[in-house]
């Protein structure tokens, strides 16, 4: 699931971020409900939150191998 290989393809990281995306979206919507009434279940909320958190990161480099920032190390 994560991006180890930086010779992927744009279109393969492209299929990649929208699947994480859709994850991460669903993560907290669930997260979401969870929290409206207090969980039952608090070791679940916290690995659906450090799940989230993780889907954040690997959107957020992928994003970067699609669209690198030339000024960033300048």
Do not use: N
């Not at 919507?29 to 916290?46: G, V």
């Not at 450090?50 to 954040?56: A, N, V, Y």
């Amino acid at each position: 699931m994560e991006p180890k290989d930086t010779t992927e393809s744009p279109e393969v990281l492209q299929i990649r971020l929208v699947e994480f995306r859709t994850e991460h979206r669903d993560l907290d919507e669930a997260i979401s409900r969870m929290m409206l009434a207090p969980p039952e279940d608090q070791l679940l909320l916290r690995r659906l939150k450090k799940r989230k958190l993780l889907l954040k990161d690997r959107i957020s480099a992928i994003e970067r191998m699609l669209d690198p920032d030339p000024d960033e190390y300048a």
